[in-house]
């Protein structure tokens, strides 16, 4: 496809710092505190949780951990409410952030290849938010969620849609579809976000149409998510393996 403005096929010995930032929502938490454990290997990356992960913001999110790289952060002042994705009312900003925007698009079709677990306690995503240095630029596009615990070898669940978070100009309008392939093997979810529009894919059969659409730059969210204390040790490490992410312009 023309027009491409993102890649990162993950074939590097280490983490392309121009594309990803690893730490998840570091203002709420801290930069070490939500750090990301990955390991790139054979052209893919890896996100991981390990047994000994500690939750990356226990006051206020439990005991989830989060291994997570974003294309972009901007916070406002110690001690603020200022800041991308304020997912309580309750939280500050513990830590200053210097603003970055390695790769905040606005329109085009986004695209990750991945493999989901299957894991109960566990949820893979590729998700955008509004970079949000004004407040409501906010909105959440969910280009795809998975659950473990909806995940069958034929079959899975795969959240997609949009979030108005604080953007008043965006009606939620998210659901689960099924889709009728193993998640747990390689395949490619996509949505191509226009002006007016976005439609979402799973290895490029159309899933989703939502007629609205935020205007905005928006920031890509790779994220794998544990939910509750480690239990069955001899599970971990938990991962979720990703082919490439891929960014296009669209006409």
Known sequence: MPGLAFEDDFDGPDLDRSHWLPSY??????????????TLADGQLRLRIDADQPPWCPEFDGDVRVSSLQTGVFAGPLGSGIGQHRFTPEVVVREEQEPRRLWTPRYGRIEVRMAAP??????????????????????????????GSEVAPDRALVGMGVHPFGDPRISDEFEKVEVRVDVRALHTYAVEWRPERIEFFV???????????????????????????????ERYPEEFVVDHVRGYRLD
């Open 203 to 233: 290895d490029d059969a159309r899933r989703k149409v939502v007629d609205q659409s935020p205007d905005y730059p928006v920031q890509l969210m790779l994220s794998l998510y544990a939910f509750g204390p480690p239990s069955e040790p």
């Open 25 to 38: 929502l570091p203002q709420w938490s801290s930069r070490e505190q939500a750090a990301a454990r990955y």
């Open 118 to 147: 299957a894991a109960p306690d566990v949820m893979v995503a590729l998700w955008m938010i509004g970079y949000e240095d004004e407040p409501e630029r906010s909105a959440e596009i969910c280009v795809c969620e998975i659950f």
